[in-house]
């Protein structure tokens, strides 16, 4: 069985920016993990992002219906948006809710953050509840094409069990919600 990695001893080497875009940018780290075993490792460095669980009442969720290229196609998710620079995670919340969803909320509730691909990524992602929602003017971006639909939050989690929802952050978001709201089940 091998020792865990003492991570005091892991040092960049080498920083190469290799892309940056709108929203990320890829660096190629030469890291050193034990002062001599090196490898070269790509990683996307992205500012962080939210999830909003908007709710109409406590038994319905608004969910959108978006195309997203990079899959080919619609899927189901929740609002969520990328961090502008210095925005905090809250404040990011409430802009992409209103603007993707035509609501507003002034009732927030934080269900933690998740990594969604450490294996190549820095990416945190923010999710948040939003409650007591009232009527906003919706402002989507030039790429966001997507619907909005209330459901049963039932259906939603039987949209995730039959595939129908398959987006990481909905379904996490999701299900931390429905896991808050059950009680505990003592094992």
């Known amino acids: 069985m091998t020792q865990p990695l003492d991570t005091s001893r892991v040092?960049?080497?080498?920083?190469?920016?290799?892309y940056t875009g709108r929203t990320f940018s890829l660096v190629t780290e030469t890291v050193s993990f034990?002062?001599?075993a090196t490898a070269d490792l790509d990683i996307i460095r992205h500012p962080g992002a939210v999830v909003t669980?908007?709710?109409?009442?406590?038994?319905?969720v608004l969910l959108i219906k978006q195309y997203r290229h990079a899959v080919g196609g619609l899927i189901w998710e929740l609002p969520a948006g990328t961090l502008e620079a210095g925005e905090a995670p809250l404040a990011?919340?409430?802009?992409?809710?209103?603007?993707?969803?035509?609501?507003?909320?002034?009732?927030?509730?934080?269900?933690?953050?998740?990594?969604?691909v450490p294996?190549?990524?820095?990416?945190?992602?923010?999710?948040?509840?939003?409650?007591a929602l009232t009527p906003a003017v919706q402002n989507l971006d030039p790429d966001e094409h997507l619907t909005v639909h209330i459901m049963e939050l039932?259906?939603?989690?039987a949209m995730i069990d039959d595939g129908r929802?398959?987006?990481?952050?909905?379904v996490a978001a999701?299900?931390?919600?429905d896991r808050r709201r059950r009680p505990a089940i003592e094992t």
């Open 92 to 116: 990011a919340a409430r802009r992409e809710l209103i603007e993707e969803t035509g609501y507003a909320s002034d009732q927030w509730e934080s269900l933690g953050a998740l990594t969604p």
């Open 119 to 131: 294996g190549y990524s820095d990416e945190q992602q923010h999710l948040f509840v939003a409650r």
């Open 174 to 177: 999701l299900l931390r919600l």
């Open 34 to 36: 034990d002062g001599s």
């Open 11 to 18: 040092s960049v080497r080498k920083r190469r920016l290799r």
């Open 165 to 170: 929802i398959h987006d990481g952050k909905t």
């Open 53 to 60: 669980v908007p709710m109409i009442d406590n038994r319905s």
């Open 154 to 157: 039932s259906a939603a989690l």
